[in-house]
Nanobody
Framework: QVQLVESGGGVVQPGGSLRLSCELSRIFAYNNVGWYRQAPGKKREEVALILSGGATTYAGSVDGRFRISRDFEKNTLILQMNNLKPEDTATYYC?????????WGQGTQVTVAS
């Protein structure tokens, strides 16, 4: 069974930074891995993804502030979030996708508030 274990959420002031991590085995085996987020009352939004070849894409709302990367030694997906804004407040979910299915983490809460 595929397990994705997230960590790194928390409460931060506007302008601050957080680093989310998602541990998953055999990270190299997936077509793409990435992060979604969902705030109460809002639609789920894909924040960032990284393809198996290394290409990355970002939502316009986070481009230039967030950076997605992979640590193959630690089998970890990382989302570095800088210059956080109150509108970044949400539960963040990592995922890993193959040709056949998508696996999800349990979610980690990020709250940006003064």
């Amino acid at each position: 069974q595929v397990q994705l274990v997230e960590s790194g959420g928390g409460v931060v002031q506007p302008g601050g930074s957080l680093r989310l991590s998602c541990e998953l085995s055999r990270i190299f085996a997936y077509n793409n891995v990435g992060w979604y987020r969902q705030a109460p009352g809002k639609k789920r939004e894909e924040v960032a993804l990284i393809l198996s070849g290394g290409a990355t894409t970002y939502a316009g709302s986070v481009d230039g502030r967030f950076r997605i990367s992979r640590d193959f030694e630690k089998n970890t997906l990382i989302l570095q979030m800088n210059n956080l804004k109150p509108e970044d407040t949400a539960t963040y979910y990592c995922y890993a996708r193959t040709d056949f299915d998508t696996h999800w983490g349990q979610g980690t809460q990020v709250t940006v508030a003064s």
